[in-house]
């Protein structure tokens, strides 16, 4: 669906990697190992198939190429000659092989977490066997026209689970992006006629994969807007208070307690003249951006320091007092970023992690209603035990009232969605239609690309 003249620039991580892949296989080198991270990234069911038969082309060149993936998709998995799975958990929970053999030896293996998954034993998320969706109130998209929308009308059951699905370029990123958000975002209609019944939304919540935020001084404690709570903390301690440090001392962002050299970032970088500058560890502070004096206060036997480079589990055993503290935590922990530290840079999280922050960020907020939250691709980069995470996180969303509103590719969270919005059937131009909606059971009758994905998908897992 690409253009020829179509910049680079502007193509997604997963087109960019396929990309490459056709120039290595069309090069006929041999004799190559190829490291390829998750190259079934953003791409639909009925695509996998083709882009297994371009990965074995590029194994079988010259003398035999190896290709080594780190892969979620179960499809890819149970194609592959041997599996490496890491474990158990994430983070400092993880690090280790805890499977490894043939895709068959570990649908067997007591070790593996994802050979039930790999076998088909289960799916993340229950099964949606209905074939209609009842329904109240509902938000219509009049004559969405954005990009290669034929004018189409699109209807989104409201508190509801709804994906949006369709091959790569077929609309739908036009639909809910170009057309959707857009209009909300500037309050009048943009790419479409007009929206009908916005009056049951009452707010709008995005939660995509785009960066957080470049700086290194933001970080999950600042984004949750609870390091002024842990900083509150330490000022109170009656060594604080005899050294004279107030709340502002415990800030990497601030002057009077960060460490003068490095500016609070823990780091120095070096001008390398003709080559590339180099990071390397502040000497001054060892890397843990404050004052000698700052660090010197010990809070339940932990500096400030140590507080930030606390992973979320931990740290919610050693707040466990903390109400307001902990509601942050949680929010942190039900979206399954339980693994990362309080204090670690936004911008080194992976675009799947930056989505579930922002969702964390809305979820620890006091509970509302009547939202209508929109993710793209949320299962990007997750694991089958994380999917089913997700699904649970989904299903307590709707259940108090609101919406979500996925634009994705995985069937796993397809099969279990209320109702499916399905844009195609091609893309470009072949596409741009509605080709079919409903539940997922409804929608896999059609001779669609997501019609077809999810019969088979059904046959193998009812």
Not at 175 to 199: A, C, P, T, Y
Not at 387 to 393: D, N, T, Y
Request: one cysteine or more.
């Amino acid at each position: 669906y690409l253009s020829l003249s179509r910049k680079t620039s502007s193509l997604s991580g997963g087109e960019f990697q396929r990309l490459h892949l056709v120039s290595q296989i069309t090069s006929q080198i041999s004799g190559v190992v190829y490291v390829l991270d998750e190259p079934s990234c953003g791409m639909h069911a009925s695509d996998i198939a083709k882009l297994l038969t371009a990965i074995r082309s590029l194994n079988k060149t010259g003398n035999h190429n190896t290709i080594v993936m780190v892969e979620h998709t179960r499809s890819l998995i149970n194609a592959s000659d041997y599996v490496f799975e890491m474990g158990p958990g994430a983070g400092v929970l993880g690090g280790q092989i805890v499977a490894q053999g043939a895709p068959a030896e570990l649908w067997n293996s007591s070790n593996s977490i994802s050979g039930k998954y790999l076998s088909g034993q289960c799916t993340p998320g229950e099964l949606n066997l209905s074939s209609t969706c009842a329904f109240e109130k509902t938000l219509r998209i009049v004559g969405a026209s954005s990009h290669n929308l034929k004018h189409i009308t699109v209807k989104i059951p409201l508190e509801k689970l709804v994906c949006v699905t369709g091959v790569s370029g077929s609309g739908k990123t036009s639909l809910v992006f170009h057309s959707f958000l857009e209009s909300v975002q500037n309050k009048r209609s943009i790419n479409l006629d007009r929206l009908e019944g916005m009056e049951h939304v009452r707010k709008v919540v995005l939660c995509d994969q785009t960066p957080i935020g470049v700086s290194s001084r933001s970080c999950p404690v600042t984004y949750l807007d609870f390091y002024q709570n842990i900083r509150e903390k330490f000022a109170s301690l009656p060594e604080a208070k005899m050294k004279k440090l107030t709340e502002k001392h415990f800030s990497f962002n601030v002057d009077a307690g960060r460490c003068p050299k490095c500016k609070g970032t823990g780091s120095l970088e070096l001008d390398m003249a003709f080559l590339p500058s180099t990071t390397i560890i502040c000497d001054e502070c060892q890397g843990e951006r404050f004052r000698g004096t700052v660090l010197s206060v010990i809070y339940r036997g932990k500096s400030i320091n140590d507080v930030l480079n606390m992973d979320v589990e931990e740290a919610l055993l050693f707040f466990e007092n903390d109400s307001i503290i902990q509601r942050k935590l949680l929010a942190l922990r039900s979206v399954g970023l339980e693994y990362i530290a309080l204090g670690q840079s936004t911008s080194t999280l992976s675009g799947g992690e930056a989505q579930r922050l922002k969702l964390a960020y809305e979820l620890s907020r006091p509970k509302c209603q009547h939202t209508l939250f929109v993710f793209d691709e949320p299962s990007k980069g997750l694991h089958f035990e994380d999917v089913k995470k997700l699904l649970e996180l989904f299903q307590n969303i709707v259940n108090d009232q609101n919406t979500v509103l996925l634009i994705e590719h995985s069937l796993d969270i397809i099969s279990t969605a209320d109702y499916v919005v399905d844009i195609g059937p091609f893309g470009g131009d072949c596409g741009g239609e509605v080709c079919g909606h409903g539940t997922p059971l409804h929608i896999s009758t059609f001779n669609t690309p997501t019609g077809r994905a999810l019969s088979e998908y059904y046959s193998q897992h009812n």
